[in-house]
């Protein structure tokens, strides 16, 4: 059973390179020792904003992270404030989250993770009932 006490959010800005992340204004945090947290994101490319929340979940007691997203790019190259380049998977491990759940939207040279859900299955169930449907005009 989830609460709005359960949810936490983040506002995210983006100046070129540089993003920074926040707790929603209004947003608090409830005690996250021993609970297993979620992040849902749509899409993650150098993974630099998850990494930012995750480390920042983990100074307030968080110790299992799950990421889920649409979109996850594994791909090797320097982040802001880096002094090397590194995977986005490496980023995020190191920031914290336990496992990655995505989809199978981006094929990567490197796998981000085992836990790949097809969305082919999906959304030929989806069309199948918008066809057979009365059209609606």
């Known amino acids: 059973n989830t609460s709005d006490d359960d949810v936490i959010l ?7 390179d540089d993003v920074s992340v926040s707790l ?3 947003r608090s945090i409830p005690d996250l020792g021993g609970r297993q947290l979620v992040l849902f994101d749509d899409m993650v490319g150098t993974g630099t904003t998850i990494a930012k929340v995750s480390s920042w979940l983990v100074t ?3 110790t299992d992270i799950t990421l889920a997203c649409t979109h996850a790019i594994n791909h090797k190259r320097k982040a802001p404030g880096e002094d090397v380049p590194m995977s986005t998977l490496e980023r995020l491990t190191r920031a914290g989250v ?3 759940v995505t989809t199978d939207t ?3 040279k490197e796998p981000i993770t085992k836990h790949i859900v097809p969305v082919a299955p999906i959304f030929a169930e989806a069309l199948q009932s918008v066809i057979q449907a009365p059209v609606a005009h």
């Open 10 to 16: 983040f506002d995210k800005v983006r100046k070129r």
């Open 24 to 26: 929603a204004s209004g």
């Open 60 to 62: 307030k007691g968080a």
């Open 98 to 100: 336990s496992r990655i």
């Open 106 to 108: 981006v094929k990567n």
